[in-house]
């Protein structure tokens, strides 16, 4: 790990911030991620510079939508197969357990938190999971080797619930789907009642879920923001680290 004097000093200055952390939030998107091998999404090359996002409504109007969101479900299985936490998951989930973070808020829905070892419990999934599928219907649990069979043994034919015959979608939230009300009031809460909010690998463009940021720094919460890229919100943080996330984690933890 090679780091400037810049950022050195950032890391020694959130270290510091970490050690007096009592009930922070940590807030993740998908920056957080690449270090597992899961693609990002907006960036150059991501995944949806390449295919077009699938609205919600389509999805349920239109069963080739239907069929086409399956399709690049199992496209990208094998990223999201053989993911496993990186640095930065294990250092939240050891901040988790040791008391010092209330709870996790996250963009990302490829459920590396939980295999972290962070309790359902203890995280909100602001945009759903994929790893396994849900009726929108009636809500039956499907799982996803279950749909991939059916899917491909009948030329790729999209399965319905069978209770009650509604349509079947991985457990994401869509565009044009709406939010899912019990986590955003979950997310709210641990949002107004933290005294460090740590947004990590996030570019916080993504609205309603980027309002939370804002929404700590006016409840008096210490805002970090740590991700590559800069964001909009950069200028209203109280420490803005560019960097390597797990490097700057673990330089961090090993300061405090």
């Known amino acids: 790990m090679t780091m400037d004097d810049d950022i050195k000093a950032a890391c020694t200055e959130l270290g510091a911030i970490l050690a007096g952390m009592r009930r922070g939030v940590a807030f993740t998107g998908a920056g957080l991620s ?11 090359g991501g995944l949806w510079t390449r295919n077009k996002p699938i609205d919600y409504g ?11 969101a399956w399709r690049r479900r199992f496209a990208m299985e094998e990223a999201f197969a053989g993911a496993a936490p990186g640095r930065g998951h294990r250092r939240l989930a050891q901040w988790l357990a040791g008391g010092q973070l209330a709870g996790i808020v996250t963009q990302n829905i490829d459920g590396l938190h939980q295999a972290s070892g962070v309790p359902d419990e203890r995280l909100v999934e602001l945009h759903g999971n994929t790893t396994y599928a849900t009726c929108l219907d009636c809500g039956e649990r499907y799982e996803l080797d279950w749909v991939r069979q059916r899917f491909e043994a009948h030329a790729l034919a999209v399965p319905d619930c069978l209770d009650c015959g509604g349509p079947i979608k991985t457990a994401t939230i869509s565009f044009g789907q709406p939010m899912p009300r019990t986590a955003m009031v979950r ?56 960097a390597d996330i797990g490097d700057v984690l673990d330089a961090a933890a090993e300061t405090k």
């Open 187 to 242: 997310a709210h809460e641990l949002t107004r009642a933290c005294d460090v909010f740590l947004a990590i690998g996030s570019s916080l463009v993504v609205w309603p879920a980027a309002g939370f940021p804002v929404e700590a720094k006016r409840h008096g919460a210490t805002l970090v923001i740590i991700n590559r890229e800069p964001t909009e919100f950069d200028e209203i943080a109280d420490l803005v680290i560019h």
């Open 34 to 44: 690449t270090e597992s091998g899961i693609p990002d999404f907006r960036s150059p």
């Open 58 to 68: 389509a999805f349920l109007s239109d069963r080739a939508m239907r069929r086409e």
